[in-house]
């Protein structure tokens, strides 16, 4: 464990592209100190598409794991009740994380989509924020942070869409958007 005294919670939300990235950079950045690092991923299928920053993150020495992996949005074969599940093995994955005091820096990738889709309810995530260790930093990422959410954090940062080449019908490109 390094030698900081308070953890902070930061969320990067807002409808413009960096949030993920933004946590990965972070990732690195905590890594080139000597910090554990674990990154929990959720609504991201690395089988479909090969998430270039996931494996290099695990070279790292960054402990990666991923729940509720395909999205109904994407995978019509899956029940929200499925994804409930899954996100609540997520989440009891990520107290685990907590108890053990894993690391340094947590991030937990799209875990605002969980809410904003409604397989976790608000509370289960912010009780789950408040068993943090008050040593470890934590970074949330997804559209759509909810209030409160916003509110327990330390730094929010809304990534705000001013153009995106999807609008241009340019869909997610290898290296750039996975
Ligand atoms: P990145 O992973 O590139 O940092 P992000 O985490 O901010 O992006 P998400 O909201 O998680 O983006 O969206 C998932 C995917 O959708 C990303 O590949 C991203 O490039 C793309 N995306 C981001 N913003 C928009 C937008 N405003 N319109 C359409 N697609 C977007
Ligand atoms: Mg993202």
């Known amino acids: 464990m390094n030698q900081r005294k308070k953890g902070l919670i930061y969320v990067y939300t807002g409808d413009g592209k960096g949030k993920t990235t933004a946590s990965v950079g972070q990732a690195v950045r905590a890594v080139g100190h000597q910090w554990k690092v ?73 875990i605002n989509i969980a809410l904003r889709d409604k397989f976790l309810q608000e509370e289960e995530l912010l009780a789950l924020l408040d068993d943090k260790p008050p040593e470890m930093e934590l970074i949330l990422t997804g559209r759509g942070a909810t209030e409160k959410v916003i509110e327990k954090a330390d730094l929010v940062t809304s990534m705000t869409k001013l153009k995106h080449h999807f609008d241009q019908g340019i869909e997610g490109r290898e290296g750039i958007e996975y």
């Open 38 to 110: 674990c990154y929990v991923y959720f609504f991201k299928n690395p089988d479909d598409y090969g998430y270039g920053e996931l494996e290099v993150l695990e070279n790292l020495g960054v402990k990666v794991s991923g729940f509720a992996q395909k999205h109904p949005h994407f995978y019509k074969d899956i029940s929200p009740d499925e994804m409930r599940s899954q996100c609540l093995e997520g989440a009891d994955f990520i107290r685990k994380l907590f108890k053990e005091d894993a690391c340094d820096l947590l991030i937990l990738d799209e």
